[in-house]
């Protein structure tokens, strides 16, 4: 829902009151939504356990840090530029490889072994995107560089940040995690686009309800939700649930915002889910055991 409602305030399809809202910049979106997420999120830690309950060690709080700016900030920047730059269909389906490239980067540490479903998964997803972007069609690639280029780096950012923050998951609290994330990603925003510059733009104040609103739904919930569920999933199988994500995405754009998803684009995106569900089918007991002696090694 997040995903749409920011592509219609971008393209000033989106009414209040009555009147369109104006466009927003992504780099406001993204910054304005971390901020007030973090702040609201500040004042109910406080009323519930006091400031006492946020101290957590300078090595904890560095890990969160980069959490926050190369995953948290990262990839809500990118993510709604490719959504400004191409459209919900293509930005979510792009991004969505981010447990191909988990399962990469577990290969290439020696964490996992290259075993032929894992390599075929891969596989299967780079065809996804390039049919999903149009690399095969006649005319070839319509839409815009940026944008792709965009959702490449949000699905980077998205595997950093699922790889660096299930162990920092298992010492803290999901509520103390997204607290110090959202904290030192609003931080990083500051050093980029000061107040000053902020205010300069002179949103009115229906566009500043907006963003409010809109990081409430949009991070706030969401992230609380998914780190909720970390607690009782295995990160594998929590990232397979939220899989769903671009299925719904894709189908609210295309009802509320009438964007045209073409054939094609449909049977790519298709093929990336499947490869990302195959990444998780169940694995023979020899390779589960190999993997585990590997992760031993490494640790």
Sequence with gaps: MSATIGRAAFTGRLLLRGHPLGNIDPLILSQSRTTFSCILLFLALL?????????????DFGKMALLGIFGVAAANYFYYLAIQKTNVATAITVQYTAPIWVLLYMVLRGLQKPMLQRLTAVALAVVGIAVAIGVFTSGGVHLNPIGVTAA????????FYNISGHKVMGKHEHWIVVFYMTFTASAFWLLLNPPWKIMSVHYSSDQWLFLAFFAVVSMLIPFSFYFAGLKYLEP????????????FAILIAAVALHETVRPSQVFGMLMVLAAIVMVQLPETRDTKDSDAGSLETIH
Excluded: K, M, Y
């Design 236 to 247: 594998t199988r929590a990232i397979v649930a939220s899989c769903l994500e671009p299925i």
């Design 47 to 59: 009323l519930r356990r006091g400031g006492h309950q946020l101290r957590v060690t300078r090595n």
């Design 152 to 159: 490449t780096l949000a699905a980077f950012s998205c595997a």
